[in-house]
């Protein structure tokens, strides 16, 4: 069974950065974040192959980075330059054999 474990959200003022992180159970070929703010659909935010190909969010591109740890089954999102418009519940999410995997999610708040 495929797992998603998130971590790294919490409060940050506008400008500020966090990392988040999302650890899995196995190896995963394509891996990425989503977020989702109250009242709005959930979008995808980055997401990376396991061969390093990345895509972004064009509201994200140039302040975001996804990246990941192969050994450890770790991918991260750097995140510089929050705006509130960030704030959001992130979703980690895993395509595997298929199937859409999903973590819980982690919030991120931005505020001053």
């Known amino acids: 069974q495929v797992q998603l474990v998130e971590s790294g959200g919490g409060l940050v003022m506008p400008g500020g950065s966090l990392r988040l992180s999302c650890a899995t159970s196995?190896?995963?070929?394509?891996m990425g974040w989503y977020r989702q703010a109250p009242g709005k659909q959930r979008e995808l935010v980055a997401r990376?192959?396991?061969?390093?190909?990345?895509e972004y969010a064009d509201s994200v591109k140039g302040r975001f980075t996804i990246s990941r740890d192969n050994a450890k089954n770790t991918i991260y999102l750097e995140m510089n330059g929050l705006k509130p418009e960030d704030a959001a519940e992130y979703y980690c999410?895993?395509?595997?054999?298929?199937?859409?995997?999903w973590g819980k999610g982690t919030l991120v708040t931005v505020s001053s």
């Open positions: 999410h895993a395509k595997f054999y298929g199937m859409d995997y």
């Open positions: 196995i190896s995963i070929y394509t």
């Open positions: 990376m192959t396991g061969d390093g190909r990345t």
